[in-house]
């Protein structure tokens, strides 16, 4: 039986596939052509977005991230990636009812992490296509990773001390909603978050 989400990401496949053939659906999504479909890297894996299906690491996908990355191929144009000036989430219009569960999910979900962060932080910049942080930043490490090719995130630590406990801040590419909803684009960093802490635990085994 469908779920929900596999409905969702049907139509929005059905609707970006409807808009094809395009000559620069390549350069929107910043993927390259697979067979009858178009590959990038999503999550730190590789990612197939095709007629039928989207899959990670050659698994389909009918989750959270597998609706991500639909949208994704939406709503992303032809504009490159502007990093800088980044932006807090709390600073995109209408952000108000989501600042909450990003704070929580997105940013203080890292804060119990963030001295293995440091150590893997290479590793965590790979994984992700991701940079050092740009200069100028504050915090004690930062670094910017790519959850999908058109959508920064940079992430600022700040390390554990005798007066302040440790903490991690989650910024935006200044032109993040050019490629993904607002709701989305939280979801987004949410399960950036997530992967992270997941290569850490299977580091730990």
Do not use: W
């Amino acid at each position: 039986m469908s779920t929900n989400y596999e409905k969702i990401i049907r139509e929005n496949l059905s609707g970006f596939y409807a808009q094809l053939p395009r000559e620069d659906v390549e350069t929107c999504l910043a993927s390259e052509s697979k067979g009858d479909g178009l590959g990038f890297r999503a999550f730190g894996e590789d990612c197939r977005i095709g007629p039928d299906a989207i899959t990670l690491s050659g698994q389909t996908v009918v989750d959270p991230k597998g609706l991500l990355i639909s949208l994704y191929a939406v709503h992303a144009g032809p504009y490159q990636v502007q990093i800088e000036p980044l932006k807090a989430f709390k600073d995109f219009p209408g952000s108000m009812p989501y600042q909450g569960a990003f704070s929580a999910n997105s940013e203080r979900v890292l804060v119990p992490h963030v001295l293995s962060i440091r150590e893997k932080q290479e590793n965590i910049k790979t994984i992700f296509d991701g940079l050092d942080g740009p200069p100028g930043v504050s915090g004690d490490f930062s670094f910017i990773l790519f959850p999908l090719p058109k959508i920064a995130l940079c992430y600022i630590f700040y390390l554990p001390d005798d007066e302040f406990p440790a903490s991690a801040t989650c910024l935006f590419s200044a032109n993040a909603l050019s490629f993904m909803p607002l709701d989305g684009l939280a979801d987004v960093a949410e399960y950036t978050s997530r992967k992270i802490i997941e290569y850490l635990l299977a580091e730990q085994e």
